[in-house]
């Protein structure tokens, strides 16, 4: 009998394991909890070449508004250039530095957002 509990302890240890360590929950992490603020892209962004042990990528400073109505400037990377005239979603820490981002369509957006208050 005591095998079987070892057997099931062992097993619920790999099943943890293999959760934790895979790249779907490392994105969830950067997500939840965190504040929404969404952006239109305008600017191409700014090209940062690599250095010896980092990928080129580029870097944006755009405003963003709230889903309540805060605006504040936010500056975030990413690996690729993002396409102009674009909405973003950005997940913003209590810290202010954005965790992740996801495009969004314009129809996704918040009610208030949608009618024109993305500066």
Do not use: H
Request: net charge positive.
């Amino acid at each position: 009998m005591k095998r079987i509990y070892v057997l099931s302890l062992l097993a619920g240890i790999a099943f943890a394991a293999c959760v934790l360590m895979s790249p779907g929950f490392n994105e969830l992490l950067k997500r939840v909890g965190k504040d929404e603020f969404y952006v239109y892209v305008i600017d191409p962004g700014k090209k940062i070449l690599p250095g010896a042990y980092v990928r080129q990528y580029y870097e944006y400073r755009l405003p963003a508004v709230g889903e309540g109505g805060a605006q504040k400037t936010l500056t975030f990377t990413a690996t690729k250039q993002l396409s102009l005239d674009t909405y973003l979603r950005l997940y913003v820490s209590s810290a202010g530095q954005v965790t992740a981002w996801e495009e969004v369509q314009q129809r996704e957006l918040p009610d208030r957002i949608k009618n024109g208050n993305i500066p």
